[in-house]
């Protein structure tokens, strides 16, 4: 069993830039990857990111080039920053740890 939290959300501005954390229960060089996702209101949740700890690091071509993925085993935490924020980046944005852990969400409402 693999707990999560997430924390860091709150309210963006266009432009501007937001850090979330996602605080995990054990070692997360242990879990092999981690990723974040998001939902909009009344959309399906959406992948957003994963980072491997072989190195390697994926975004969505709707994130790629503003959002960045990384990790801190010492913290047992990874981080998505999250720059250049628009509008419809606003979703409650979840981690995910294997096979299917989940945080209970952090709530970025981005304002134009």
């Known amino acids: 069993q693999v707990q999560l939290v997430e924390s860091g959300g709150g309210l963006g501005q266009t432009g501007g830039s937001l850090r979330l954390s996602c605080a995990a229960s054990?070692?997360?060089?242990?879990?092999?990857?981690m990723e974040w996702y998001r939902q909009a209101p009344g959309k399906q949740r959406e992948w957003v990111a994963t980072?491997?700890?072989?190195?390697?690091?994926a975004y969505a071509d709707s994130v790629k080039g503003r959002f960045t993925i990384s990790g801190d085993n010492a913290k047992n935490t990874v981080y998505l920053q999250m720059n250049s924020l628009k509008p419809e980046d606003t979703a409650v944005y979840y981690c995910?740890?294997?096979?299917?852990?989940w945080g209970q969400g952090t709530q970025v409402t981005v304002s134009s």
């Open positions: 995910k740890a294997p096979p299917t852990f």
């Open positions: 054990t070692s997360i060089f242990r879990l092999n990857f």
């Open positions: 980072i491997s700890w072989g190195g390697s690091t």
